[in-house]
């Protein structure tokens, strides 16, 4: 199954407002990193995370190892939100980073 | 930020031909790896490369696939022969630690007809 499951799969929001993104692991992640793919395929770099928060303008991030979850909270949201949020963790005794199925944001005015 | 270059962007072939995708990591990198995506689904780890070395690598990663760096030159992934289900966005990334934070490039489409 799925070792990062990634909650909502679909997002709609109104411009200003706030809404929250969440990862469930089912391995012993160690990092967490978040990126934002837009609608053209790029990806970029939100966040690197070892446990604890983050905060970058509008967007917070945080990592919890003991409870094995991640979230992503975005303040009052603008149209360059817009896109797919993925989380990625790697775990202990692997290097690879394991993608979550990804939550795909839409903001409307 | 640092930069991870792919080269084509896109390329179109005929099934069962060779294909090379190139990349070009953040220069003082030391890990790279694969990663394939199709069409609105996630991203799926292929391989992951250090030292001269495939260091993990996931059931996707057929037997027609193969992966080096030359000294100083690109790291490719190469497909021989390519099958239809081999048609996806092909994205390299690059590391300066093993779990560092990875860059991405910006995708490889390969189309195979």
């Known amino acids: 199954g799925d070792k990062v499951k990634q909650s909502p799969s679909a997002l709609s929001l109104q411009e200003g407002t706030n809404s929250a993104l969440r990862c469930n692991f089912s391995?012993?992640?160690?990092?967490v990193q978040w990126f934002l793919q837009n609608p053209r395929g790029s990806l970029m770099n939100l966040f690197y995370?070892?446990?604890g928060t983050k905060e970058n303008g509008r967007l917070k991030s945080a990592f919890d190892s003991k409870e094995s979850y991640s979230t992503l909270h975005i303040r009052d949201a603008q149209l360059e939100d817009s896109g797919t949020y993925f989380c990625?963790?790697?775990?202990?005794?692997?290097?690879?980073?394991?993608f979550g199925t990804g939550t795909t944001v839409s903001v409307s005015p | 930020g640092p930069k991870v270059l792919q080269i084509p962007s896109h390329q179109i072939i005929d099934m069962g031909q060779m294909v090379t995708l190139n990349c070009d990591p953040v220069?003082?990198?030391?890990?790279f790896y694969w990663y394939k995506q199709i069409l609105g689904q996630q991203m799926e780890f292929l391989v992951n490369?250090?030292?001269?070395?495939?260091?993990?690598k996931s059931k996707l990663f057929k037997d027609q696939f193969s992966v080096e760096r030359p000294d100083g030159s690109y790291f490719t992934l190469k497909i021989q022969p390519t099958a239809l289900e081999d048609s996806a966005v092909y994205f390299c990334?690059?590391?300066?630690?093993?779990?560092?934070?990875?860059?991405f490039g910006e995708g490889s489409k390969l189309t195979v007809l």
């Open positions: 990625a963790a790697s775990y202990q005794g692997g290097r690879a980073l394991i």
């Open positions: 995370l070892v446990p």
């Open positions: 990334a690059s590391s300066f630690r093993a779990t560092g934070q990875l860059y």
């Open positions: 490369f250090y030292n001269g070395k495939v260091m993990e």
């Open positions: 391995i012993a992640a160690t990092t």
């Open positions: 220069s003082n990198h030391l890990y």
